[in-house]
């Protein structure tokens, strides 16, 4: 069993910046492939970005490319998501997830465990 918890949201003007960080707790997630999604008032969750279990790759969804980055340390058991230039759109409630694979995936059903979410707000 794995357990994540995110942190780091929070209420930010648009353009600003957040970091998201997703601790894991109950097994290593150094095996897992690690992802972020986000679902919005009234959508379905998306896909935001993914990192293997070793760091060498990466995916992002195209509405954050060149903004958002993802990293993990897995020395901590832990995943980031850096949030720059932060649009109104992004506003969500942001997800961890964790898929048992080598494989990088986008899909929100290929993920094994999730964490409860926490809240990114960016006002206009």
């Known amino acids: 069993q794995v357990q994540l918890v995110e942190s780091g949201g929070g209420l930010v003007q648009a353009g600003g910046s957040l970091r998201l960080s997703c601790a894991a707790s109950?097994?290593?997630?150094?095996?897992?492939?690690m992802g972020w999604f986000r679902q919005a008032p009234g959508k379905e969750r998306e896909f935001v970005s993914a990192i293997s279990s070793r760091g060498g790759n990466t995916v992002y969804a195209d509405s954050v490319k060149g903004r958002f980055t993802i990293s993990r340390d897995n020395a901590k058991n832990t995943v980031y998501l850096q949030m720059n230039s932060l649009k109104p759109e992004d506003t969500a409630v942001y997800y961890c997830?964790?898929?048992?694979?080598?494989?990088?995936?986008?899909?929100?059903?290929?993920?094994?465990?999730w964490g409860q979410g926490t809240q990114v707000t960016v006002s206009s």
């Open positions: 109950g097994r290593a997630v150094t095996s897992y492939a």
């Open positions: 997830a964790a898929d048992l694979t080598i494989v990088v995936r986008t899909t929100a059903p290929s993920y094994d465990y």
